[in-house]
């Protein structure tokens, strides 16, 4: 539909095509029952309904690192990926919280626990409690998803003393209408309910009427000398129900407030005064179920820093966990059914765990680490993430900026390796899975030697990705106000140290650390940058195809015990060792393993020969960066370093072919000046200094 084809008659018709059909329609308790053996599922617990909602999304297995990858968060399939979560330790932490809800959806003890994500800030808690969230919604929108509830209609025409703006009444708890028959008839019905299902868990519900319901029941059973059918076909009607968070239904998010003016009936509900007067304050018609648990009934109750509240205030979550009721001031108990999340940062969490009297409260929650991540490529991807849900036509990111920054993050929150046999930035490339097979570098020791140092896990302090994705967005506006149409890391390393000791949550005794961590990004990033030049000004396919091949050829004769023939006069040589070293030196490969290297080569090129696959040497990363680096010593004493300092000093053409050399690697025209002049006058130092 184009903007030229937009009306209101449009938009309306689209607006009807998205709703349910039944949203507005009111059925039997007949056709529910009806309903209930077709699809037994739609009369399914909270948890339940919330583990089916992560797999209806779909979900994919990483077999290597065994983790399943959930598309509610790694794609986002509602909103074209607007909000995807990055990195292994996320979806390692989204998987654990799914874990713990199919758990409780099976009975097996979670469903009485609060599932509390902790985390230090920014690392995407609230993101990803707000998606389960809007996802839930989404679900009881569709037919996979549906529930039900019920109301009471024509009150007044059996009790005298209601209110006759009460005659229909929806259920206060928004409870499944199994609720409203006795439990042995009602076991009848979910017997035969579970030979029907197929799902891994069974259906049950021993829950009894919230209050104002059980009243009416009486009641009206009164009138209708015990006759349930006549009550049902007079007084029941069957509707739809949606998880909606505005309309506070089957969703509640739950925020402290002032200390001192916590009261428990925001979660409990409290007296309607406005029903007092006709009812009278003891009569359960007269209580107003507004609370949060209240609210949160048949799916979500989201607690949003939850220990900061105070101790008392948290004893009403051991009932609405253990014994999955609440008990409202001067009210009886009510049944409750609800996914209770709770979020919290690091500095309450330490405070409240060292405290014996919240013991009951710690007893019942399960704790989900939710840290920040730990590969930088991962951590780039949220950046990029952040500018792509952002207006900013015209501005190029320029190669290695978002990874740059993203390295500098996960320094911040990774310990240093012990030993000193690698150093912060390998162990973080390892982390990202930059491990060569020579490498040698034992991932898993490096996390447990870190799990060591902390007291909950590694990932759970350093610098948050909103800081940096800040100082990444004040850079972009001040190439936009330099009419610079590009970003670099040059300018965004200049905005994290500029605003290092201005960010409240950087502790004053790490400032000289960070700044560390900066310059070791700095020197990281000049290596890259100096990488990318040397492509471009050294770069030849042609001698980089010739050269794989020689040095093919002469690790293969020297695998085999074998001569070569002499490519000028034709005689059988023994292979050439100074030309092979000269190619593994540029990988800083020591002599014991140069041939563990040569067999690692020739066994990659046997097996593409079987798959029918020529040789290049540009698909082997590690020989591609090793013939590029030797064509680069082989070239740079022809070419003039402190010309790419000052474009004054260089024929323009040149410069242009370098420039666009550059820009096939993903730089813009402007960013690639910048890169020339600053790798060339780091080269020319090092230059001058050879």
Not at 9 to 33: N, V
Not at 73 to 93: C, M, Q, W
Not at 364 to 388: D, G, H, Q, W
Not at 546 to 574: F, W
Request: charged share 35%.
């Amino acid at each position: 539909m184009t903007s030229n084809e937009l009306s209101l008659e449009s938009l309306s018709q689209e607006y009807r095509e998205t709703i349910p059909s039944d949203l507005r329609q009111s059925r039997s308790f007949e056709w529910y029952l009806q309903q209930l053996y077709d699809d037994p599922k739609i009369a399914r617990s909270s948890h339940q309904r919330v583990a089916d909602m992560f797999d209806f999304y779909g979900s994919e297995y990483d077999e290597d690192a065994g983790v399943v990858e959930y598309k509610l968060a790694s794609e986002d399939p509602l909103d074209d990926g607007k909000n995807t979560f990055y990195g292994r330790v996320i979806h390692d932490a989204i998987h654990e919280f799914v874990n713990k809800v199919k758990s409780g959806a099976r009975g097996l003890g979670p469903e009485r626990r609060i599932l509390l994500l902790l985390g230090p800030v920014g690392s995407g808690k609230s993101d990803f409690d707000s998606q389960v969230r809007r996802y839930f919604e989404d679900y009881t929108s569709r037919d996979e998803g549906r529930m039900y509830t019920f109301r009471w209609t024509n009150l007044c025409d059996v009790i005298p003393d209601q209110d006759p703006a009460d005659d229909v009444v929806r259920s206060p708890m928004n409870q499944d209408p199994l609720v409203l028959l006795p439990q042995p008839q009602r076991n009848e019905i979910i017997a035969e309910l579970n030979e029907r299902l197929d799902a891994p868990y069974t259906i049950r519900n021993e829950q009894a009427l919230d209050p104002a319901s059980e009243f009416y029941m009486d009641r009206l059973l009164a009138a209708y000398d015990d006759d349930l059918k006549e009550v049902f076909d007079n007084h029941i009607e069957v509707i739809r129900l949606i998880a909606d968070e505005n309309k506070r239904r089957a969703i509640e998010t739950f925020e402290p407030k002032d200390k001192k003016n916590q009261d428990e009936t925001e979660l409990t509900g409290d007296v309607n005064y406005s029903k007092i007067a006709i009812y009278g304050e003891s009569d359960p018609r007269a209580f107003d179920y507004s609370g949060a648990f209240c609210n949160a009934n048949r799916g979500i109750f989201s607690g949003e820093e939850l220990l900061k509240l105070q101790r008392e205030f948290l004893y009403d979550f051991l009932h609405a966990t253990q014994e999955q009721t609440i008990k409202p001031k001067n009210n009886p108990r009510i049944d409750i059914d609800q996914v209770i999340v709770g979020r919290t940062n690091m500095p309450e969490y330490r405070d409240k765990k060292g405290d014996e009297k919240m013991e009951a409260f710690n007893d019942r929650t399960k704790r989900i680490n939710f840290p920040y991540v730990l590969s930088y490529e991962n951590e780039a991807e949220i950046y990029r993430k952040m500018l792509r849900n952002a207006d900013l036509p015209g501005i190029h990111v320029e190669p290695h900026t978002l990874e740059m920054a993203g390295l500098f993050g996960v320094l911040t929150r990774i310990e240093e390796p012990d030993g000193g046999t690698i150093d912060l930035i390998q162990k973080a490339k390892a982390y990202n899975g930059e491990i060569d097979e020579a490498d040698d570098i034992d991932v898993k020791k490096l996390q447990d030697e870190a799990a060591e140092k902390v007291d909950i896990g590694e990932g759970m302090d350093g610098v948050s990705p909103r800081f940096i994705g800040d100082e990444i967005a004040e850079a972009l506006m001040e190439s936009l106000h330099r009419s610079r149409n590009f970003l670099s890391p040059l300018t965004t390393f200049n905005h994290l140290e500029a605003n290092l000791e201005n960010h409240g949550s950087i502790s004053e005794d790490l400032f000289d650390t960070y700044y560390r961590y900066i310059e070791q990004v700095r020197e990281e990033y000049k290596e890259r940058a100096i990488e990318d030049v040397r492509h471009a000004l050294a770069y030849d396919v042609d001698e980089l195809q010739r050269q794989g091949e020689k040095y093919m050829d002469h690790v293969m004769a020297y695998i085999d015990d074998d001569t070569i023939e002499d490519e000028l006069t034709g005689r059988q040589q023994e292979p050439d060792e100074q030309f092979l070293r000269s190619v593994e030196e540029k990988l800083d490969l020591p002599e014991d393993r140069k041939d563990d290297f040569r067999q690692e080569v020739a066994n990659w090129v046997s097996r593409r020969a079987r798959e029918g696959e020529s040789f290049n040497p540009q698909d082997n990363d590690r020989l591609r960066r090793a013939l590029e680096r030797k064509l680069w010593e082989d070239k740079k004493h022809n070419i003039n370093f402190s010309a790419l300092v000052s474009s004054g000093d260089m024929d323009d053409d040149e410069r242009n072919e370098w420039i666009d050399a550059l820009m096939e690697q993903g730089y813009s025209e402007g960013g690639a000046k910048e890169v020339l002049e600053f790798a060339g006058a780091e080269v020319a130092k090092s230059e001058m200094e050879d």
